[in-house]
């Protein structure tokens, strides 16, 4: 069975830094696709970063990059989001999962969600 947990939210003041971490389980970890993903009040979620199995391809949504970065721990089953200069448009409750590919090509989730960790910036 698969199990996601998220952690490291918190309440941040505008550019300020936080890192997120991600506890996965139930697959081989070191063998996967994994991303971050975000959902703000009142809007979709959306996708926000992601990394390849052994940590070498990363790829960022438009709005985040330069100032977050993904890594993975392999041998802890762990995924990290170090996010910098954050603003109150990165608010939002923040989620991690495995990721596999569409025959279209998009990098799809592919399990439950897990309850997520908020990430509120505010002064």
């Known amino acids: 069975q698969v199990q996601l947990s998220e952690s490291g939210g918190g309440l941040v003041q505008p550019g300020g830094s936080l890192t997120l971490s991600c506890a996965a389980s139930?697959?081989?970890?070191?063998?996967?696709?994994m991303g971050w993903f975000r959902q703000a009040p009142g809007k979709e979620r959306e996708f926000v970063a992601r990394?390849?199995?052994?940590?070498?391809?990363?790829f960022y949504a438009q709005n985040v990059k330069g100032r977050f970065t993904i890594s993975r721990d392999n041998s802890k089953n762990l995924m990290y989001l170090a996010m910098n200069a954050l603003t109150s448009e990165d608010t939002a409750v923040y989620y991690c999962?495995?990721?596999?590919?569409?025959?279209?090509?998009?990098?799809?989730?592919?399990?439950?969600w897990g309850q997520g960790t908020q990430v509120t910036v505010s002064s």
């Open positions: 999962n495995f990721l596999r590919v569409s025959p279209g090509g998009h990098w799809l989730p592919v399990d439950s």
């Open positions: 139930g697959r081989t970890f070191s063998k996967e696709f």
């Open positions: 990394i390849g199995s052994t940590g070498a391809h990363t």
